[in-house]
Protein backbone atom coordinates (compact mmCIF):
# COMPACT_ATOMS: atom_id res chain seq x y z
CA UNK A 1 0.00 0.00 0.00
CA UNK A 2 1.03 3.24 -0.66
CA UNK A 3 2.52 5.77 1.78
CA UNK A 4 2.96 9.43 1.71
CA UNK A 5 5.66 11.44 3.86
CA UNK A 6 6.18 15.06 4.00
CA UNK A 7 9.36 16.59 3.94
CA UNK A 8 10.06 20.51 4.98
CA UNK A 9 13.13 22.40 4.71
CA UNK A 10 13.71 25.56 6.57
CA UNK A 11 16.29 27.79 3.85
CA UNK A 12 17.93 30.83 3.59
CA UNK A 13 16.13 32.43 1.69
CA UNK A 14 12.80 30.31 1.39
CA UNK A 15 10.72 27.20 2.87
CA UNK A 16 10.49 24.49 0.41
CA UNK A 17 8.01 21.41 0.99
CA UNK A 18 7.82 17.87 -0.92
CA UNK A 19 5.16 15.20 -0.60
CA UNK A 20 6.76 12.16 -1.48
CA UNK A 21 5.46 8.46 -2.45
CA UNK A 22 7.22 4.92 -0.89
CA UNK A 23 6.56 4.17 -4.49
CA UNK A 24 9.92 6.17 -5.04
CA UNK A 25 8.50 9.16 -6.90
CA UNK A 26 8.15 12.97 -6.00
CA UNK A 27 4.55 13.83 -6.02
CA UNK A 28 4.85 17.82 -5.54
CA UNK A 29 7.03 20.16 -4.40
CA UNK A 30 6.02 24.29 -3.08
CA UNK A 31 8.47 26.95 -1.89
CA UNK A 32 7.71 30.46 -0.25
CA UNK A 33 10.22 33.22 -0.22
CA UNK A 34 11.46 35.25 2.64
CA UNK A 35 14.47 37.46 3.92
CA UNK A 36 17.81 37.04 4.95
CA UNK A 37 18.18 40.15 7.35
CA UNK A 38 21.35 42.12 7.58
CA UNK A 39 21.37 45.40 9.91
CA UNK A 40 24.81 45.55 10.12
CA UNK A 41 28.28 44.79 8.44
CA UNK A 42 28.31 40.78 9.44
CA UNK A 43 25.10 40.43 10.66
CA UNK A 44 22.68 37.79 9.53
CA UNK A 45 19.27 37.22 10.90
CA UNK A 46 15.66 35.91 10.28
CA UNK A 47 12.32 36.18 11.77
CA UNK A 48 11.47 32.72 12.94
CA UNK A 49 7.60 33.23 12.45
CA UNK A 50 8.42 33.81 9.38
CA UNK A 51 10.07 30.42 8.79
CA UNK A 52 6.45 29.24 10.52
CA UNK A 53 4.22 31.31 8.81
CA UNK A 54 5.85 30.36 5.77
CA UNK A 55 5.50 26.56 6.38
CA UNK A 56 1.74 26.78 6.90
CA UNK A 57 1.73 28.65 3.34
CA UNK A 58 3.55 25.71 1.50
CA UNK A 59 2.12 22.62 3.24
CA UNK A 60 -1.12 24.19 3.34
CA UNK A 61 -0.99 24.68 -0.63
CA UNK A 62 0.29 21.04 -1.25
CA UNK A 63 -2.80 20.04 0.21
CA UNK A 64 -4.80 21.92 -1.96
CA UNK A 65 -2.94 20.44 -5.18
CA UNK A 66 -3.09 16.96 -3.73
CA UNK A 67 -6.00 16.56 -1.86
CA UNK A 68 -6.38 13.02 -1.97
CA UNK A 69 -3.05 11.94 -1.25
CA UNK A 70 -2.45 14.87 1.39
CA UNK A 71 -5.13 12.54 3.21
CA UNK A 72 -2.91 9.84 2.89
CA UNK A 73 0.43 11.54 5.04
CA UNK A 74 1.98 9.31 7.88
CA UNK A 75 4.89 11.15 9.06
CA UNK A 76 6.20 14.70 8.73
CA UNK A 77 10.18 15.50 8.50
CA UNK A 78 11.52 18.98 9.11
CA UNK A 79 14.96 20.05 8.15
CA UNK A 80 16.65 23.21 8.04
CA UNK A 81 19.93 25.46 8.38
CA UNK A 82 22.42 24.58 11.19
CA UNK A 83 22.97 26.29 14.12
CA UNK A 84 20.89 29.07 13.53
CA UNK A 85 19.62 30.18 17.41
CA UNK A 86 15.80 30.49 18.08
CA UNK A 87 15.25 32.27 21.67
CA UNK A 88 11.76 31.84 23.41
CA UNK A 89 10.35 33.39 26.14
CA UNK A 90 7.88 31.21 28.52
CA UNK A 91 5.26 31.03 26.90
CA UNK A 92 7.37 29.72 23.31
CA UNK A 93 7.65 33.16 21.79
CA UNK A 94 10.68 34.46 19.37
CA UNK A 95 12.22 37.18 21.91
CA UNK A 96 13.87 38.97 19.16
CA UNK A 97 15.12 37.62 15.20
CA UNK A 98 17.13 34.90 14.98
CA UNK A 99 20.71 35.06 14.92
CA UNK A 100 22.35 32.26 12.16
CA UNK A 101 24.83 30.28 11.84
CA UNK A 102 26.68 32.58 9.06
CA UNK A 103 26.46 35.70 11.39
CA UNK A 104 30.21 36.95 12.08
CA UNK A 105 29.84 39.32 15.10
CA UNK A 106 30.62 37.82 17.93
CA UNK A 107 34.38 38.07 17.78
CA UNK A 108 35.12 39.79 20.92
CA UNK A 109 32.59 37.01 22.35
CA UNK A 110 34.96 34.18 20.56
CA UNK A 111 38.48 35.55 21.96
CA UNK A 112 36.52 35.81 25.66
CA UNK A 113 35.85 32.14 25.61
CA UNK A 114 39.00 30.89 23.84
CA UNK A 115 40.72 32.44 27.48
CA UNK A 116 38.91 31.11 29.47
CA UNK A 117 37.84 27.72 27.60
CA UNK A 118 41.11 24.75 27.25
CA UNK A 119 40.56 24.34 23.38
CA UNK A 120 42.14 21.28 23.05
CA UNK A 121 40.07 20.02 25.58
CA UNK A 122 37.38 21.35 23.88
CA UNK A 123 38.23 19.85 21.01
CA UNK A 124 38.31 16.46 22.13
CA UNK A 125 35.07 16.30 23.68
CA UNK A 126 33.36 18.10 21.10
CA UNK A 127 35.06 17.83 17.77
CA UNK A 128 35.52 21.34 17.08
CA UNK A 129 37.67 24.38 18.58
CA UNK A 130 35.72 27.76 19.35
CA UNK A 131 34.41 29.91 16.05
CA UNK A 132 32.06 32.01 15.23
CA UNK A 133 29.10 28.71 13.89
CA UNK A 134 29.21 27.91 17.59
CA UNK A 135 26.46 28.63 19.67
CA UNK A 136 27.75 30.28 23.13
CA UNK A 137 29.95 33.26 21.13
CA UNK A 138 26.42 34.49 19.70
CA UNK A 139 24.28 33.91 22.67
CA UNK A 140 26.90 35.52 25.31
CA UNK A 141 26.86 38.85 22.59
CA UNK A 142 23.05 38.99 23.52
CA UNK A 143 23.55 38.58 26.95
CA UNK A 144 25.88 41.63 26.92
CA UNK A 145 24.34 43.69 24.29
CA UNK A 146 20.53 43.00 24.87
CA UNK A 147 21.06 42.09 28.59
CA UNK A 148 16.84 42.98 28.76
CA UNK A 149 16.04 40.71 26.08
CA UNK A 150 18.01 38.05 27.11
CA UNK A 151 16.23 38.37 30.14
CA UNK A 152 13.59 36.65 28.71
CA UNK A 153 14.53 33.28 27.27
CA UNK A 154 13.44 30.20 28.31
CA UNK A 155 14.45 27.88 25.76
CA UNK A 156 17.17 27.35 22.80
CA UNK A 157 16.26 25.96 19.44
CA UNK A 158 17.37 25.56 16.04
CA UNK A 159 15.50 26.78 12.25
CA UNK A 160 13.69 23.41 11.62
CA UNK A 161 13.59 22.68 15.75
CA UNK A 162 11.18 25.56 15.96
CA UNK A 163 8.81 24.42 13.29
CA UNK A 164 8.66 20.82 14.86
CA UNK A 165 7.97 23.22 17.74
CA UNK A 166 4.81 24.77 16.24
CA UNK A 167 3.30 21.34 14.56
CA UNK A 168 4.09 19.73 18.06
CA UNK A 169 4.02 21.66 21.19
CA UNK A 170 7.52 19.79 21.66
CA UNK A 171 10.19 21.75 22.89
CA UNK A 172 13.12 19.48 21.09
CA UNK A 173 16.41 19.70 19.74
CA UNK A 174 17.66 17.31 16.77
CA UNK A 175 21.26 15.78 17.71
CA UNK A 176 23.18 17.49 14.96
CA UNK A 177 22.10 21.03 16.05
CA UNK A 178 23.66 20.09 19.30
CA UNK A 179 26.83 18.56 17.96
CA UNK A 180 27.52 22.08 15.65
CA UNK A 181 26.42 24.44 19.08
CA UNK A 182 30.02 23.18 20.57
CA UNK A 183 28.23 22.56 23.54
CA UNK A 184 27.73 18.81 23.29
CA UNK A 185 29.87 15.52 24.01
CA UNK A 186 29.81 13.66 20.62
CA UNK A 187 30.76 10.34 22.33
CA UNK A 188 29.01 10.20 24.90
CA UNK A 189 26.26 12.32 23.42
CA UNK A 190 25.11 14.02 25.95
CA UNK A 191 24.79 18.34 26.90
CA UNK A 192 28.45 20.07 28.43
CA UNK A 193 26.27 21.49 31.14
CA UNK A 194 29.76 22.45 32.97
CA UNK A 195 30.39 24.50 30.22
CA UNK A 196 26.63 26.37 30.09
CA UNK A 197 27.41 26.82 33.91
CA UNK A 198 30.88 28.32 33.29
CA UNK A 199 29.51 31.15 31.14
CA UNK A 200 26.02 31.26 33.91
CA UNK A 201 24.20 29.53 31.16
CA UNK A 202 20.81 27.71 32.70
CA UNK A 203 21.54 23.93 31.27
CA UNK A 204 17.12 24.02 31.65
CA UNK A 205 17.21 26.25 28.36
CA UNK A 206 18.49 23.63 25.76
CA UNK A 207 15.58 20.99 25.37
CA UNK A 208 16.97 17.11 25.20
CA UNK A 209 19.04 16.25 21.91
CA UNK A 210 17.08 13.69 19.87
CA UNK A 211 18.23 11.57 16.65
CA UNK A 212 17.22 12.49 13.73
CA UNK A 213 14.78 10.19 13.13
CA UNK A 214 13.03 9.84 16.57
CA UNK A 215 9.11 10.58 16.66
CA UNK A 216 9.21 13.78 19.15
CA UNK A 217 5.50 14.38 18.91
CA UNK A 218 2.55 14.89 16.58
CA UNK A 219 0.77 17.50 15.11
CA UNK A 220 -1.19 19.54 17.49
CA UNK A 221 -5.22 20.09 16.94
CA UNK A 222 -3.65 23.76 16.57
CA UNK A 223 -1.77 22.82 13.96
CA UNK A 224 -3.65 20.64 12.04
CA UNK A 225 -6.40 23.68 11.68
CA UNK A 226 -3.97 25.97 10.27
CA UNK A 227 -2.34 23.56 8.02
CA UNK A 228 -4.94 21.00 7.06
CA UNK A 229 -2.71 18.12 8.16
CA UNK A 230 -4.12 15.53 10.28
CA UNK A 231 -4.31 15.80 14.29
CA UNK A 232 -1.93 13.14 15.37
CA UNK A 233 0.55 12.30 12.45
CA UNK A 234 3.70 11.96 13.85
CA UNK A 235 6.56 14.18 13.29
CA UNK A 236 10.05 13.54 13.34
CA UNK A 237 13.09 15.38 15.12
CA UNK A 238 14.16 16.68 12.04
CA UNK A 239 17.56 16.97 10.47
CA UNK A 240 19.95 19.50 9.85
CA UNK A 241 19.71 20.68 6.01
CA UNK A 242 22.95 19.43 4.88
CA UNK A 243 22.48 16.27 6.17
CA UNK A 244 19.47 15.78 4.91
CA UNK A 245 21.12 16.42 1.63
CA UNK A 246 23.76 14.20 1.53
CA UNK A 247 21.03 11.52 2.08
CA UNK A 248 18.60 12.66 -1.00
CA UNK A 249 21.99 12.94 -3.17
CA UNK A 250 22.98 9.13 -2.17
CA UNK A 251 25.60 9.36 0.02
CA UNK A 252 25.27 7.06 2.01
CA UNK A 253 28.22 4.52 1.79
CA UNK A 254 32.25 5.22 2.96
CA UNK A 255 33.47 7.31 0.64
CA UNK A 256 31.12 9.02 -0.81
CA UNK A 257 31.88 12.98 -1.22
CA UNK A 258 29.36 15.27 -2.11
CA UNK A 259 29.81 19.22 -2.51
CA UNK A 260 26.82 21.46 -2.51
CA UNK A 261 26.53 24.78 -4.43
CA UNK A 262 24.66 26.78 -2.35
CA UNK A 263 24.52 30.54 -1.38
CA UNK A 264 27.70 29.29 0.48
CA UNK A 265 29.33 25.74 -0.36
CA UNK A 266 29.42 22.93 1.30
CA UNK A 267 31.05 19.46 1.34
CA UNK A 268 30.58 16.63 3.18
CA UNK A 269 32.28 12.91 2.92
CA UNK A 270 30.91 9.94 4.36
CA UNK A 271 32.75 7.89 7.10
CA UNK A 272 31.61 4.88 9.26
CA UNK A 273 34.01 6.12 12.78
CA UNK A 274 33.80 9.14 14.29
CA UNK A 275 36.66 11.25 13.13
CA UNK A 276 37.34 14.48 13.78
CA UNK A 277 39.67 17.64 12.09
CA UNK A 278 40.62 21.07 13.98
CA UNK A 279 40.18 22.53 10.26
CA UNK A 280 36.52 20.60 9.37
CA UNK A 281 33.37 20.15 11.35
CA UNK A 282 31.63 16.86 12.10
CA UNK A 283 28.26 14.99 11.98
CA UNK A 284 26.18 12.12 12.64
CA UNK A 285 24.80 10.90 9.17
CA UNK A 286 21.34 10.01 8.92
CA UNK A 287 22.57 6.67 7.87
CA UNK A 288 23.16 4.54 11.39
CA UNK A 289 26.43 3.60 11.73
CA UNK A 290 27.54 6.68 9.31
CA UNK A 291 29.34 9.99 9.89
CA UNK A 292 30.22 12.63 8.15
CA UNK A 293 32.78 14.98 8.13
CA UNK A 294 32.21 18.62 6.23
CA UNK A 295 33.18 21.75 5.67
CA UNK A 296 31.32 24.58 5.06
CA UNK A 297 32.55 28.24 3.03
CA UNK A 298 31.12 31.04 3.72
CA UNK A 299 30.43 32.15 -0.04
CA UNK A 300 30.03 30.14 -2.73
CA UNK A 301 27.20 31.19 -5.39
CA UNK A 302 27.06 34.70 -2.68
CA UNK A 303 29.89 35.15 -4.70
CA UNK A 304 29.40 34.86 -7.94
CA UNK A 305 25.77 36.40 -7.07
CA UNK A 306 27.84 39.71 -6.02
CA UNK A 307 30.00 39.85 -9.02
CA UNK A 308 26.88 39.47 -11.11
CA UNK A 309 24.20 41.68 -9.10
CA UNK A 310 26.37 44.77 -7.38
CA UNK A 311 29.95 45.31 -9.61
CA UNK A 312 27.79 44.09 -13.19
CA UNK A 313 24.47 45.78 -12.13
CA UNK A 314 22.41 42.69 -12.07
CA UNK A 315 23.39 41.31 -15.20
CA UNK A 316 21.14 38.20 -16.57
CA UNK A 317 19.23 36.38 -19.59
CA UNK A 318 20.83 36.86 -22.72
CA UNK A 319 23.82 38.91 -21.66
CA UNK A 320 24.57 36.15 -18.94
CA UNK A 321 24.55 33.30 -21.21
CA UNK A 322 26.78 35.80 -23.24
CA UNK A 323 29.34 36.10 -20.25
CA UNK A 324 29.14 32.58 -19.79
CA UNK A 325 30.07 31.27 -23.04
CA UNK A 326 32.77 33.67 -23.48
CA UNK A 327 34.21 32.87 -20.16
CA UNK A 328 34.18 28.92 -21.22
CA UNK A 329 36.22 29.65 -24.06
CA UNK A 330 39.15 31.18 -22.09
CA UNK A 331 42.22 29.06 -20.82
CA UNK A 332 41.99 27.14 -17.44
CA UNK A 333 43.06 29.88 -14.63
CA UNK A 334 41.57 32.88 -16.02
CA UNK A 335 45.16 33.80 -17.78
CA UNK A 336 46.54 34.16 -14.11
CA UNK A 337 43.52 35.94 -12.49
CA UNK A 338 42.78 34.15 -8.85
CA UNK A 339 40.46 34.98 -6.38
CA UNK A 340 40.71 34.15 -2.90
CA UNK A 341 36.73 33.77 -2.08
CA UNK A 342 36.99 34.79 1.48
CA UNK A 343 34.27 37.87 0.78
CA UNK A 344 32.26 36.96 3.95
CA UNK A 345 35.45 35.69 6.19
CA UNK A 346 35.69 32.39 6.20
CA UNK A 347 34.45 29.34 7.86
CA UNK A 348 36.59 25.59 6.92
CA UNK A 349 39.00 24.84 6.56
CA UNK A 350 41.17 28.05 8.44
CA UNK A 351 38.25 29.19 10.62
CA UNK A 352 38.95 32.94 10.05
CA UNK A 353 36.07 35.52 10.05
CA UNK A 354 39.00 38.58 9.16
CA UNK A 355 39.70 36.47 6.11
CA UNK A 356 39.61 39.33 3.21
CA UNK A 357 38.28 38.59 -0.44
CA UNK A 358 40.78 39.18 -2.91
CA UNK A 359 41.49 39.32 -6.93
CA UNK A 360 45.01 38.98 -7.21
CA UNK A 361 47.16 38.81 -10.61
CA UNK A 362 44.48 41.44 -12.20
CA UNK A 363 46.35 43.34 -16.02
CA UNK A 364 44.37 45.48 -18.02
CA UNK A 365 44.13 42.69 -20.77
CA UNK A 366 41.41 40.68 -18.19
CA UNK A 367 37.64 41.03 -18.87
CA UNK A 368 34.75 40.26 -17.17
CA UNK A 369 34.67 37.32 -18.45
CA UNK A 370 37.90 36.51 -16.65
CA UNK A 371 36.55 37.85 -13.29
CA UNK A 372 33.37 35.72 -13.78
CA UNK A 373 35.89 32.53 -14.77
CA UNK A 374 37.89 33.06 -11.79
CA UNK A 375 34.74 33.65 -9.07
CA UNK A 376 33.46 30.36 -10.72
CA UNK A 377 36.78 28.48 -10.43
CA UNK A 378 37.51 30.09 -6.82
CA UNK A 379 35.06 28.29 -5.49
CA UNK A 380 36.06 24.69 -6.92
CA UNK A 381 39.35 26.03 -4.96
CA UNK A 382 38.17 26.08 -2.01
CA UNK A 383 36.71 22.77 -2.42
CA UNK A 384 39.61 20.98 -3.30
CA UNK A 385 41.55 22.71 -0.03
CA UNK A 386 38.82 20.73 1.64
CA UNK A 387 39.55 17.47 -0.23
CA UNK A 388 42.94 18.53 0.69
CA UNK A 389 42.28 18.45 4.23
CA UNK A 390 40.51 14.76 4.15
CA UNK A 391 43.27 13.22 2.36
CA UNK A 392 45.31 14.40 4.92
CA UNK A 393 43.33 12.62 7.78
CA UNK A 394 44.15 9.21 5.41
CA UNK A 395 40.98 9.19 3.67
CA UNK A 396 40.22 9.17 -0.28
CA UNK A 397 36.70 10.32 -2.01
CA UNK A 398 35.42 6.89 -4.24
CA UNK A 399 33.14 9.41 -5.99
CA UNK A 400 32.32 12.89 -6.03
CA UNK A 401 28.59 14.00 -6.43
CA UNK A 402 27.48 17.78 -7.25
CA UNK A 403 23.71 19.40 -6.28
CA UNK A 404 22.59 22.71 -6.09
CA UNK A 405 22.53 25.98 -7.83
CA UNK A 406 26.09 25.27 -9.67
CA UNK A 407 25.14 21.87 -10.89
CA UNK A 408 22.79 23.59 -13.19
CA UNK A 409 25.61 24.96 -14.97
CA UNK A 410 28.01 22.39 -17.34
CA UNK A 411 30.69 25.06 -17.23
CA UNK A 412 31.17 25.31 -13.55
CA UNK A 413 31.05 21.30 -13.48
CA UNK A 414 33.72 21.10 -15.95
CA UNK A 415 35.74 23.09 -13.93
CA UNK A 416 34.95 21.52 -10.90
CA UNK A 417 36.25 18.01 -12.38
CA UNK A 418 39.54 19.53 -13.61
CA UNK A 419 40.38 21.33 -10.11
CA UNK A 420 39.56 18.28 -8.59
CA UNK A 421 40.85 15.89 -10.98
CA UNK A 422 38.60 13.38 -10.51
CA UNK A 423 35.15 12.42 -12.43
CA UNK A 424 31.91 14.56 -11.18
CA UNK A 425 28.41 13.88 -11.23
CA UNK A 426 25.75 16.49 -10.88
CA UNK A 427 21.98 16.17 -10.03
CA UNK A 428 21.23 19.61 -11.38
CA UNK A 429 17.35 19.21 -10.69
CA UNK A 430 18.19 17.59 -7.33
CA UNK A 431 15.65 18.30 -4.88
CA UNK A 432 17.47 18.73 -2.33
CA UNK A 433 17.06 18.08 1.69
CA UNK A 434 13.46 18.29 1.84
CA UNK A 435 13.57 15.11 -0.42
CA UNK A 436 16.08 13.76 2.51
CA UNK A 437 13.72 14.89 5.75
CA UNK A 438 11.10 13.13 3.65
CA UNK A 439 13.01 10.04 3.17
CA UNK A 440 14.22 9.54 6.57
CA UNK A 441 10.78 10.32 8.19
CA UNK A 442 9.63 7.29 5.65
CA UNK A 443 11.94 5.17 7.02
CA UNK A 444 10.61 5.68 10.67
CA UNK A 445 7.18 4.56 10.04
CA UNK A 446 7.96 1.90 6.98
CA UNK A 447 7.30 3.56 3.88
CA UNK A 448 10.74 2.63 2.98
CA UNK A 449 12.70 -0.60 3.57
CA UNK A 450 16.19 0.62 3.07
CA UNK A 451 18.42 3.35 2.66
CA UNK A 452 19.61 2.49 -0.86
CA UNK A 453 16.27 3.30 -2.16
CA UNK A 454 16.98 6.81 -2.01
CA UNK A 455 18.60 6.14 -5.25
CA UNK A 456 15.33 5.92 -6.82
CA UNK A 457 14.69 9.62 -6.59
CA UNK A 458 18.34 10.24 -8.56
CA UNK A 459 18.11 8.78 -12.20
CA UNK A 460 19.06 11.98 -14.34
CA UNK A 461 22.41 13.25 -14.26
CA UNK A 462 25.27 14.52 -15.91
CA UNK A 463 28.76 13.01 -15.80
CA UNK A 464 31.83 15.35 -16.32
CA UNK A 465 35.61 13.75 -16.32
CA UNK A 466 38.65 15.96 -15.81
CA UNK A 467 40.62 17.01 -19.30
CA UNK A 468 44.63 16.48 -18.22
CA UNK A 469 45.50 18.98 -20.07
CA UNK A 470 43.15 21.53 -17.58
CA UNK A 471 44.24 19.16 -14.78
CA UNK A 472 48.28 20.40 -14.95
CA UNK A 473 47.11 24.05 -15.50
CA UNK A 474 44.95 23.81 -12.48
CA UNK A 475 47.49 22.59 -10.22
CA UNK A 476 49.83 24.73 -10.77
CA UNK A 477 47.14 27.99 -9.80
CA UNK A 478 45.83 25.89 -6.96
CA UNK A 479 48.68 25.92 -5.34
CA UNK A 480 49.28 30.17 -6.05
CA UNK A 481 45.61 30.08 -4.93
CA UNK A 482 46.60 28.29 -1.39
CA UNK A 483 49.70 30.52 -0.74
CA UNK A 484 47.77 33.70 -1.16
CA UNK A 485 45.93 33.50 2.30
CA UNK A 486 48.99 32.43 4.45
CA UNK A 487 50.75 35.62 2.60
CA UNK A 488 48.26 38.31 3.30
CA UNK A 489 45.90 36.99 6.39
CA UNK A 490 47.93 39.45 8.58
CA UNK A 491 47.26 42.45 6.28
CA UNK A 492 43.24 41.14 5.85
CA UNK A 493 43.69 41.29 10.05
CA UNK A 494 44.57 44.76 9.71
CA UNK A 495 41.52 46.30 7.99
CA UNK A 496 38.86 43.92 9.10
Not at 120 to 135: P, W
Not at 271 to 288: A, Q, W
Request: charged share 25%.
Amino acid sequence: MEKIVLGIDVGTTSVNAVLVSSEGRMIDEVSAPHDLLSLRSGWAEENADDWWNNSVTVVSRLGERNPDLFKKISCVGVTGMVPAIVMLDEKGRPIRNTIQQNDARAVDEIREIKEKVDQDELFALTGGYTNQQHVLPRMLWVRRHEPAVFAKMKTVLGSYDYVVYKLTGVRSIEMNWAVESGLFDIRRRVWLTDQMERFDFDPAWFPPANPSGKIVGEVTPDAAKITGLAAGIPVIAGSADHVASTLSAGIIDRGDLLIKFGGAGDILYCTEEIRTSDKLFFDYHIVPDRYLINGCMAASGSLVKWYLGDLLDNYGGEALKQLDEAASKLPPASDGLIILPYFLGEKTPIFDPEARGMMFGLTLSHTRAHIFRACLEAVIYGFRHHIDVIRELGYEPRRIIATNGGSRSRFWCQIAADVLGQEVRAYPSHPGSALGVAYLAGMTVGAFDSWEGIHAFLTEYRTFTPNPDAVKIYEKSYRVYRDLYEQTKQSCRAVA
